[in-house]
Nanobody, 116 residues
Framework: QVQLVESGGGLVQPGGSLRLSCAAS????????MTWHRQAPGKQRDLVAT???????TYADSMKGRFTISRENAENTVYLQMNSLTPEDTAVYYC??????????WGQGTQVTVSS
């Protein structure tokens, strides 16, 4: 059973930065891609950023230039560096991992709150 554990969330002031981590129980190289999502209260879960097995990255338009997704295969961990945070970035951030079969695994989420 694949387990994904997110960490690094917390309270940050507007304009601040956070780095989220997603640690997988197995080799992240076994996944087709890994993705960060977020869900604000009362809203749908949205895609934030994806990194493929080959290292290609894609971002939601509102995150381009502010967020960076990266991976450390040796640590089986994917990161999300978030800069210039605004209150609109407040959400629960989730990590997911996608197999070639189409099965997607999810972490439990980590809360990010941007507030002064």
């Amino acid at each position: 059973q694949v387990q994904l554990v997110e960490s690094g969330g917390g309270l940050v002031q507007p304009g601040g930065s956070l780095r989220l981590s997603c640690a997988a129980s197995g080799s992240i190289g076994s996944f087709n891609s890994m993705t960060w999502h977020r869900q604000a209260p009362g809203k749908q879960r949205d895609l934030v950023a994806t990194i493929t097995r080959s290292g290609s990255t894609t971002y939601a338009d509102s995150m381009k230039g502010r967020f960076t997704i990266s991976r450390e295969n040796a640590e089986n961990t994917v990161y999300l560096q978030m800069n210039s945070l605004t209150p609109e970035d407040t959400a629960v951030y989730y990590c997911s991992a996608l197999r070639n079969s189409g099965i997607r695994y999810w972490g439990q989420g980590t809360q990010v709150t941007v507030s002064s």
